[in-house]
Nanobody, 126 residues
Framework: EVQLVESGGGLVQAGGSLRLSCAAS????????IGWFRQAPGKEREGVSC????????TYADSVKGRFTISSDNAKNTVYLQMNSLKPGGTAVYSC???????????????????WGKGTQVTVSS
């Protein structure tokens, strides 16, 4: 059974940092890419970042470039999202998902995603 379990969310003040984890099981980890997505209240889900577990290549949404860093520990089947300089607009449920790749269209949550985690809440206070 494929499982993706997110952790590390919480309440943080604007300007602060959090590190999210996505622990994966039930599939061959290094054959997939893992994407982080977020959904703010009343808004569409959007792609935040993506990492290819096979070669470590990464990509980011423009809104988080320079502030967020995605990484992977293949020995632990875990992907991390280090979030620095958080903004109130970053309040959302953050979820990880498996993707075939981080190529074109990686940020589209409605296409090319096989499995989703349940998500972890991040609240950024101003």
């Amino acid at each position: 059974e494929v499982q993706l379990v997110e952790s590390g969310g919480g309440l943080v003040q604007a300007g602060g940092s959090l590190r999210l984890s996505c622990a994966a099981s039930g599939f061959t980890f290094d054959r997939y890419a893992i994407g982080w997505f977020r959904q703010a209240p009343g808004k569409e889900r959007e792609g935040v970042s993506c990492i290819s577990s096979s070669d470590g290549s990464t990509t980011y949404a423009d809104s988080v470039k320079g502030r967020f860093t995605i990484s992977s520990d293949n020995a632990k089947n875990t992907v991390y999202l280090q979030m620095n300089s958080l903004k109130p607009g970053g309040t959302a449920v953050y979820s990880c998902a498996t993707r075939v790749s981080c190529g074109s269209g990686w940020s589209n949550p409605y296409y090319g995603v096989d499995y989703w985690g349940k998500g972890t809440q991040v609240t950024v206070s101003s």
